[in-house]
C-alpha cells in the first residue's frame, strides 16, 4: 500500500521569497508522483507529475519538484512566491493496490503569501 | 469543454435522508472515482471505477453504493445520511492509466444536520 505524507499542513511565505513544500512517500513499488494545488472553493488542477526520466520536473506557474528515490520525496519549489500561489497544495502517489491503481493523496498543505 | 460535471453544488440533508450526487464527464474516460474532503484530512477515496459496469471501494467506502452503466456517468448514492458524512465530495475521472492526470469536478458541499 502507498501513501503521502505532507509536513506542514501550513506554510507562510512572504511574496517573492522561496516556497519549499515537503512530501514524502511510501510505495512498495515505483510510484508515479503528482502535485496538484487547490483554489479556494474549487477542484483540483495539476501542477506536475513525475512518471519516468527526468527526476527534475517542470510545471505549470514556475513550479518545479524533485524525485528523490533515495529519500523517498517530491518536493515542491518555486523560486519566487506571488500573491496568486496562495491555495492548498496536496502530494499524491499512484500505484497499484488491490485492485486496480489507486491514487493517494496527502493532507495538504495551505500556502499564504505575505505582501 | 465541459471536463467533469458535478451537481448539485450544495446540498443540506436531514439525518437518515437519502440522496445521490451526480458526476459526468464528456472527456470518454474509463476511470472515475469519487473522493471527500475534510479538513485536515486530504482527500479520501470513497469507490472509484475501472470501467462502465465495473466498480471497486477505496478507503472510505461504508454508507456510499455506486453504479456505473455508461462510461460518462458515476453517480455516487448515500443511503441513509449521517452527520459524520458531512463533507466536500469530489469526482475524478482520467485515461485509466497510472501516470495519467486526473481531472476534478468542483464539488459538491454536503451538510447532514
Known amino acids: 500500500a502507498q501513501s503521502v505524507t505532507q509536513l506542514g499542513s501550513h506554510v507562510s511565505v512572504s511574496e517573492g521569497a522561496l516556497v519549499l513544500l515537503r512530501c514524502n512517500y511510501s510505495?512498495?513499488?515505483?510510484?508515479?508522483l503528482f502535485w496538484y494545488v487547490q483554489y479556494p472553493n474549487q477542484g483540483l488542477q495539476l501542477l506536475l507529475k513525475?512518471?519516468?526520466?527526468?527526476?527534475l520536473v517542470k510545471g505549470i506557474n514556475g513550479f518545479e519538484a524533485e524525485f528523490k528515490k533515495s529519500e523517498t520525496s517530491f518536493h515542491l519549489t518555486k523560486p519566487s512566491a506571488h500573491m496568486s500561489d496562495a491555495a492548498e497544495y496536496f502530494c499524491a502517489v499512484s500505484a497499484l493496490g488491490a485492485g486496480s491503481y489507486q491514487l493517494t493523496f496527502g493532507k495538504g498543505t495551505k500556502l499564504s503569501v505575505i505582501p | 469543454n465541459a471536463g467533469v460535471t458535478q451537481t448539485p453544488k450544495f446540498q443540506v440533508l436531514k439525518t437518515g435522508q437519502s440522496m445521490t450526487l451526480q458526476c459526468a464527464q464528456d472527456?470518454?474516460?474509463?476511470?472515475m472515482s469519487w473522493y471527500r474532503q475534510d479538513p485536515g484530512m486530504g482527500l479520501r477515496l470513497i469507490h472509484y471505477s475501472v470501467g462502465a459496469g465495473i466498480t471497486d471501494q477505496g478507503e472510505v467506502p461504508n454508507g456510499y453504493n455506486v453504479s456505473r452503466s455508461t462510461t460518462e456517468d458515476f453517480p455516487l448514492r448515500l443511503l441513509s445520511a449521517a452527520p459524520s458524512q458531512t463533507s466536500v465530495y469530489f469526482c475524478?475521472?482520467?485515461?485509466?492509466?497510472?501516470?495519467?492526470?486526473?481531472?476534478f469536478g468542483q464539488g459538491t458541499r454536503l451538510t447532514v444536520v
Open positions: 475524478a475521472s482520467s485515461l485509466g492509466h497510472m501516470n495519467t492526470e486526473a481531472f
Open positions: 513525475y512518471t519516468t526520466g527526468a527526476t
Open positions: 510505495s512498495s513499488v515505483p510510484p508515479y
Open positions: 472527456m470518454n474516460h474509463e476511470y
